[in-house]
């Protein structure tokens, strides 16, 4: 039986109060276990529209129509409208989704921050940032947060590094194949297990090739019809959380046709075997239906002494 682990990135105001109990109650219906990843800081949406220079942008906010999903409300949030703190507004609704057995972690502080400053960012930027969303996330639950998924799919080094620090155990910051450690240029682990994510996500896939709200599911079932030992699927409370709901439903019925059965984050990192999991130093890359660099996983790390054997 192959496992595919649900990661739920909550990135706005909007996608907490509405998406994620929608979505809690879908897969409590369907008995799915999933680790949700909370942005706890403002909601600062209406910031990312200066990724319009971005190369491949237009296209994926035609494809994807970002105001009927966002709503133009959050789209104005932290540009004509001041950015709500979502922490301190849905407090209660996140811990509720603790209570109701799913996994919880840390998205981010502060998500179009994150994801558009992060990767050229120092040491002390990132400790801020990263600190800030762990001190939030211990005032709402109680406890540290040990699971982390990167915004924006954006890391740097330093973050990896303070993730070991803050007491992370298990990280899905990026796109890739499978479990691995993250190192540096000389081998060197410099943060927890990484489960990246291994699947398209909706917002890839939606406009391209004929794929529609109706059929864009066939597509992700195509790719996992050959059952695997693991996959990370990636979706947002604000997509299949609201308007895509019906289709997270079709993937979710489909993929336990397929014999997959559904894990959090946190489960599928207890089953791996540290010591046999690949090193490889982190790096960026691009994503089909994605604008931008993102962290991908690289080729495994061969020392000299491995490369000249």
Not at 23 to 50: I, N, Q, V, Y
């Amino acid at each position: 039986m192959g496992v595919i682990a649900l990661k739920i990135d909550v990135d706005t105001w909007r996608g907490t109060r509405e998406g994620v109990p929608a979505l809690a109650k879908l897969l409590e219906r369907l008995d799915a276990p999933a680790t949700f990843l909370f942005s706890l800081g403002p909601d600062h949406t209406g910031r990312a529209l200066k990724r319009v220079f971005r190369p491949g942008f237009f296209g994926k906010v035609a494809r994807t129509s970002v105001v009927e999903h966002y709503g133009l409300k959050t789209l104005m949030y932290g540009v004509l409208l001041p950015g709500p703190d979502i922490g301190l507004r849905e407090a209660e609704g996140l811990r509720a989704i603790a209570r109701a057995g799913f996994e919880t972690g840390v998205h981010t502080w502060d998500h179009v921050r994150w994801q558009d400053n992060v990767a050229g960012a120092g040491e002390a930027w990132t400790r801020r940032e990263l600190t800030r969303a762990v001190e939030r996330y211990s005032e709402i639950f109680g406890a540290r947060p040990s699971v982390h998924g990167a915004a924006g799919w954006q890391m740097n080094e330093a973050a990896y590094r303070l993730q070991k620090e803050l007491g992370f155990s298990v990280a899905s910051d990026g796109r890739g194949t499978q479990p691995y450690w993250p190192c540096d240029a000389q081998g060197e682990v410099i943060g927890p297990v990484q489960l990246p994510t291994t699947l398209p996500t909706l917002d890839e896939l939606l406009g391209l090739d004929g794929w529609t709200v109706d059929n864009v599911h066939e597509a992700l079932l195509a790719r996992t019809q050959e059952l695997a030992p693991l996959h990370v699927y990636t979706l947002h409370a604000e997509l299949e959380g609201q308007k895509l709901a019906p289709v997270f439903e079709r993937l979710l019925r489909g993929w336990r046709e397929q014999g997959y059965r559904f894990a959090t984050l946190g489960e599928c990192a207890a089953y791996l075997e540290p010591a046999r999991l690949p090193r490889c130093p982190v790096g960026l890359g691009t994503i089909p239906g994605r604008s931008g660099q993102l962290v991908v996983q690289q080729a495994e790390f061969r020392s000299k002494a491995r490369q000249a054997a």
